[in-house]
């Protein structure tokens, strides 16, 4: 069975604050894929990053950064010098050979 | 082209009304979804196709009918329905059935059953 864990339900921050977005998964598959995706208020959902199991490398992409984690089975997710325009769910998901599982999602709101 | 397009945007329908969603791409994606998402919830995988074929039915009641007429498009016909069906139904297309390249979705059609 796949599941993935998105323990913080809502977070506030002050713009430019830094936040980091976490996400434990768990999986028996021995390859997986692990995704981030941002839902704003309009609702669709806009693909952020894929990471692949045999890959543990972090990933900058601008404010955005990733830290997998396979040893504690975590992908976090931060942003820096967060903007008004980061508030939105942010969902953490996992894919292995079966389906994609999603996390409950983590409601970010940023406050300038 | 880099989207998927879903149309309605939004739709209101009685329980004995009949209703289709519809969704396109043109990114030559061969594996087409369909998701459910209530209100603070993740999306729930519904349908997988493949290759224009059904692959997947996550045992979704039969007042859910999908069609993939041909690879660029997908339709969720809709009938009889009740009001806990109320909720965004999410669009999404991968390169392949698995999604390890990632999955695009649209923008939802956002589903009102009265």
């Known amino acids: 069975a796949q599941k993935v864990t998105q323990a913080q339900t809502e977070i506030s921050v002050v713009e430019k604050e830094d936040v980091t977005l976490d996400c434990v998964y768990e999986?028996?598959?021995?390859?997986?894929?692990l995704f981030w995706y941002k839902q704003p208020p309009s609702g669709e959902l806009v693909f952020l990053i894929r990471?692949?199991?045999?890959?543990?490398q972090n990933e900058i992409s601008g404010r955005y950064s990733w830290n997998f984690q396979k040893s504690t089975s975590s992908f976090n997710f931060t942003i820096t010098a967060s903007q008004v325009v980061d508030s939105a769910v942010y969902f953490c998901?996992?894919?292995?050979?079966?389906?994609?599982?999603f996390g409950t999602g983590t409601k970010l709101q940023v406050i300038p | 082209d880099t989207e998927v397009t879903q149309t309605p945007k939004h739709l209101v329908m009685g329980m004995t009304n009949k209703k289709s969603l519809k969704c396109e791409q043109h990114m030559g994606h061969r594996a087409m979804y369909w998701y459910k998402q209530k209100a603070k919830k993740p999306p729930e995988l519904m349908f997988v196709y493949s290759y224009e074929k059904l692959s997947i039915n996550e045992s979704v009641p039969s007042r859910f009918s999908p069609e993939c007429p041909n690879s660029s498009l997908l339709n969720l016909h809709l009938h009889a329905l009740q009001p806990e069906d109320s909720a965004l139904y999410l669009c999404?297309?991968?390169?392949?059935?698995?999604?390890?390249?990632?999955?695009?979705f649209g923008s939802g059609t956002r589903l009102t059953v009265v």
């Open positions: 999404a297309s991968s390169q392949a059935r698995q999604g390890f390249y990632g999955y695009t």
């Open positions: 999986t028996r598959d021995t390859t997986y894929y």
């Open positions: 998901a996992l894919e292995g050979y079966q389906k994609v599982t």
């Open positions: 990471r692949n199991s045999f890959d543990e």
